[in-house]
């Protein structure tokens, strides 16, 4: 497992440790505070923002724009849940087709439920898959991706449903952000139904350094924030940012910070340390996209996202030149930078 005690204080030295994790604690605080300002999607340039995004390689210029298929939503209340509702997307067609549809769960960032969001699920849902959300505040241990996968699922086998049918089970994927990227992971690893996902893409993944600061703190967070990407054995795409919440400046796993040092959500040596982790037989993928901080991910990262759940889940082979052969594009692609790539 990836996650490890990186330091275990004596009773001497506990004053010592509440200002770390302060310190670490009022840094990832700033940074969601930046991803909720950010991701707003209540304007139009937000609601429409593969019209202003800058894709530089023909495969991400072409899964960043939207795709041919009208898009509906369906909604189910869940009251008695944590997550409130599920929320699904889906090619308006289904309604009419004997085709089946692959599924993208999606795993929410903190603060960042799937109505926040709606704007990527309609995305993804525009290229031909059935988007899978729900309300859920507190993602990272995968219980709520879980329900969510076991409920669609349950649709397939409803006569009454829409979505009776109509869904592919063999080709599921599933993302997330921030908090949602421990959600992802968690979910496959993790969660008795993780072995139904085929692929998964973790943007901004919140390190394991920032995870030992935050499982410190009581109250609501309770804990939960490890995850382990040494146990994935399915084909992983792990993206991030190279601005100042999401890397930091510091090129290690400590919490020990210097004055003027910061520990990064999602900085460059986690994204190499889950990398090496990962088994070398399954497909790996990581990059970061220059330029670009820890609230920008969940939109600027959604071209490759598509490409790679439209390779993996639903067979596209021209998507799959974005990541792997002698000439995949994301490695020479100017967006993107320490990209590392393993196809076995």
Same mark, same amino acid.
């Given at each position: 497992?990836?996650?490890?005690?990186?330091?275990?204080?004596?009773?001497?030295?506990?004053?010592?440790?509440?200002?770390?994790?302060?310190?670490?604690?009022?840094?990832?605080?700033? #940074?969601?505070?930046?991803?909720?300002?950010?991701?707003?999607?209540?304007?139009?340039?937000?609601?429409?923002?593969?019209?202003?995004?800058?894709?530089?390689?023909?495969?991400?210029?072409?899964?960043?724009? !939207?795709?041919?298929?009208?898009?509906?939503?369906?909604?189910?209340?869940?009251?008695? /849940?944590?997550?409130?509702?599920?929320?699904?997307?889906?090619?308006?067609?289904?309604?009419?087709?004997?085709?089946?549809?692959?599924?993208?769960?999606?795993?929410?960032?903190?603060?960042?439920?799937?109505?926040?969001?709606?704007?990527?699920?309609?995305? !993804?849902?525009?290229?031909?898959?059935?988007?899978?959300?729900?309300?859920?505040?507190?993602?990272? /241990?995968?219980?709520?991706?879980?329900?969510?996968?076991?409920?669609?699922?349950?649709?397939?086998?409803?006569?009454?449903?829409?979505?009776?049918?109509?869904?592919?089970?063999?080709?599921?994927?599933?993302?997330?952000?921030?908090?949602?990227?421990?959600?992802?992971?968690?979910?496959?690893?993790?969660?008795?139904?993780?072995?139904?996902?085929?692929?998964?893409?973790?943007?901004?993944?919140?390190?394991?350094?920032?995870?030992?600061?935050?499982?410190?703190?009581?109250?609501?967070?309770?804990?939960?924030?490890?995850?382990?990407?040494?146990?994935?054995?399915?084909?992983?795409?792990?993206?991030?940012?190279? #601005?100042?919440? $999401?890397?930091?400046?510091?090129?290690?796993?400590?919490?020990?910070?210097?004055? #003027?040092?910061?520990?990064?959500?999602?900085?460059?040596?986690?994204?190499?340390?889950?990398?090496?982790?990962?088994?070398?037989?399954?497909?790996?993928?990581?990059?970061? !996209?220059?330029?670009?901080?820890?609230? $920008?991910?969940? !939109?600027?990262?959604?071209?490759?996202?598509?490409?790679?759940?439209?390779?993996?889940?639903?067979?596209?082979?021209?998507?799959?030149?974005?990541?792997? #052969?002698? $000439?995949?594009?994301?490695?020479?692609?100017?967006?993107?930078?320490?990209?590392?790539?393993?196809?076995?």
């Amino acid at each position: 497992m990836l996650w490890k005690n990186i330091w275990t204080p004596t009773c001497q030295q506990s004053k010592e440790k509440q200002k770390v994790v302060k310190k670490v604690i009022k840094w990832i605080l700033s #940074g969601i505070a930046a991803l909720i300002g950010l991701v707003t999607i209540s304007n139009y340039k937000s609601a429409n923002y593969w019209k202003f995004a800058e894709p530089k390689g023909a495969i991400e210029t072409k899964y960043t724009a !939207l795709g041919e298929h009208e898009v509906s939503l369906v909604e189910f209340e869940e009251s008695d /849940t944590a997550w409130e509702k599920y929320e699904i997307w889906y090619p308006s067609d289904l309604e009419q087709s004997d085709s089946i549809y692959p599924v993208v769960v999606i795993a929410n960032g903190t603060g960042m439920k799937a109505s926040k969001l709606s704007v990527i699920y309609e995305h !993804l849902a525009s290229w031909g898959f059935i988007v899978a959300g729900n309300e859920d505040e507190n993602s990272r /241990t995968g219980a709520s991706s879980a329900a969510t996968l076991d409920f669609i699922l349950s649709l397939n086998d409803d006569p009454q449903s829409v979505f009776y049918g109509r869904i592919d089970t063999e080709n599921i994927g599933i993302t997330g952000h921030s908090q949602g990227g421990v959600g992802a992971i968690n979910a496959v690893t993790k969660q008795k139904n993780g072995n139904l996902y085929k692929a998964i893409c973790a943007q901004s993944t919140t390190s394991s350094a920032v995870a030992y600061a935050l499982n410190l703190l009581d109250g609501e967070l309770d804990g939960g924030w490890d995850c382990d990407p040494s146990s994935l054995s399915i084909p992983a795409f792990m993206v991030a940012g190279t #601005g100042s919440f $999401d890397a930091g400046n510091v090129e290690e796993n400590r919490l020990e910070l210097a004055e #003027g040092e910061t520990q990064g959500i999602c900085p460059l040596w986690w994204l190499r340390e889950c990398f090496d982790a990962m088994p070398d037989t399954a497909p790996k993928v990581i990059g970061r !996209l220059s330029g670009k901080d820890h609230g $920008d991910i969940p !939109l600027s990262a959604d071209g490759y996202m598509t490409a790679w759940f439209m390779y993996w889940l639903q067979g596209d082979a021209a998507s799959g030149k974005a990541f792997f #052969g002698a $000439d995949a594009e994301i490695s020479t692609n100017e967006n993107w930078q320490d990209v590392a790539i393993n196809s076995p």
